[in-house]
């Protein structure tokens, strides 16, 4: 876990979902790859031959962006393929329950976060996928809202699903702590907002935030 900032006064934490409120190597790869292998299927391509172009195109972004991260629904959207056409395929191809189970740890958590602050997530796949991940933990009810792709069109770190998280919570940046595990897609933004923020390394430094919050 690395603490960058926590605001004087916190009212809202804004969770990222996939990697961040569970650990699961195997469902974090095939998010990617099942969008992968649809690109693939619909432009005659090989599997393989779209996992490095997917690769490619990601080491030059960084490389001419300072080593800055890019979403994958944004390489695609350079590739062609609108942010509306990612949104339909992640709504039927991605299937959580075939990965995750519930979190009693995860659980016991948020539950004591519940009591201070409100608690919204902020994600790059659409309110529907999202939603099944987070009822496959069995945490759903303790986010009565979700920003997703499908809410501003926009794939973080672009400003619109933050902004759009404070408008739901009605918090002022200043009073929101972002939460997630990769720091380019995350935090550096809502850092740049005004906001708190914490990179962690996947669920298990997530159980942790009642010692430090």
Same mark, same amino acid.
């Given at each position: ?12 934490? @804004?969770?990222? @979902? ?23 299927? @619909? ?37 062609? %393929?609108? %942010? ?94 972002? %939460? ?6 995350? @935090? ?26």
């Amino acid at each position: 876990m690395k603490i960058y900032k926590i605001p004087d006064d916190l009212q809202t934490i @804004i969770f990222d @979902i996939d990697s961040t409120l569970y650990t699961n190597a195997a469902y974090a790869f095939e998010q990617v790859d099942c969008q992968v292998r649809e690109y693939a299927r @619909i432009t005659g391509m090989t599997a393989d031959e779209a996992r490095k172009k997917v690769l490619n195109y990601r080491k030059e972004f960084a490389a001419k962006n300072d080593g800055k991260k890019v979403s994958l629904g944004n390489t695609l959207l350079s590739f062609g %393929i609108p %942010i509306q056409q990612s949104v339909e395929w992640r709504k039927t191809l991605l299937e959580p329950k075939n990965f995750l189970s519930d979190d009693e740890k995860l659980k016991e958590t948020l539950e004591e976060l519940q009591k201070k602050y409100k608690l919204i997530c902020v994600t790059n796949n659409p309110v529907l996928p999202a939603r099944k991940t987070l009822d496959a933990l069995d945490v759903s009810s303790f986010f009565p809202e979700i920003v997703g792709l499908d809410t501003c069109f926009k794939s973080k770190p672009a400003l619109e699903p933050f902004q759009k998280a404070c408008e739901i919570t009605a918090s002022a940046p200043e009073n929101c702590l972002a %939460i997630g595990d990769r720091y380019d897609m995350d @935090i550096a933004l809502p850092l740049e907002m005004g906001m708190g923020g914490i990179l962690v390394t996947g669920v298990e430094e997530v159980y942790t935030l009642n010692k430090v919050l």
